[in-house]
């Protein structure tokens, strides 16, 4: 499966941005990743593959939402109250069979996006 994932940007502190990954097939489990520089790619959030159960990092939980829409494949991480912290590329994942116990390891998910950049000034 192909990901393309947009809406990245720079925002001020406490702004909003949402960012959309859209996806070339059906589904899959999905997740949100970042990778700010000189620091390993971190877990964000993730979604089943009916939307019916997300999970957080407990450093984004009340400010980021991801939801998805399976009638466009796309899934969409709302990220509001941002600080300078969440500076980061942010990436997309998918795969098929994701366990729910590993849904916040990197090396469990098949297929990446390209990554878009995130900024937060203060």
């Known amino acids: 499966v192909q990901l393309q994932a947009s809406g990245g940007g720079l925002v001020q502190a406490g702004g909003s941005l949402r960012l959309s990954c859209e996806a070339s097939g059906k589904n899959y489990g999905m997740g949100w990743f970042r990778q700010a520089p000189g620091k390993e790619r971190e877990f964000v959030a993730a979604?089943?593959?009916?939307?019916?159960?997300?999970y957080y990092a407990d450093s984004v939980k009340g400010r980021f939402t991801i939801s998805r829409d399976n009638a466009k494949n796309t899934v969409y991480l709302q990220m509001k109250s941002l600080k300078p912290e969440d500076t980061a590329v942010y990436y997309c994942?998918?795969?098929?069979?994701?366990?729910?116990?590993?849904?916040?390891?990197?090396?469990?998910?098949?297929?990446w996006g390209q990554g878009t950049q995130v900024t937060v000034s203060s």
């Open positions: 979604t089943s593959w009916s939307g019916s159960t997300t």
């Open positions: 994942a998918a795969d098929r069979n994701i366990i729910l116990s590993r849904i916040q390891f990197p090396g469990d998910y098949d297929y």
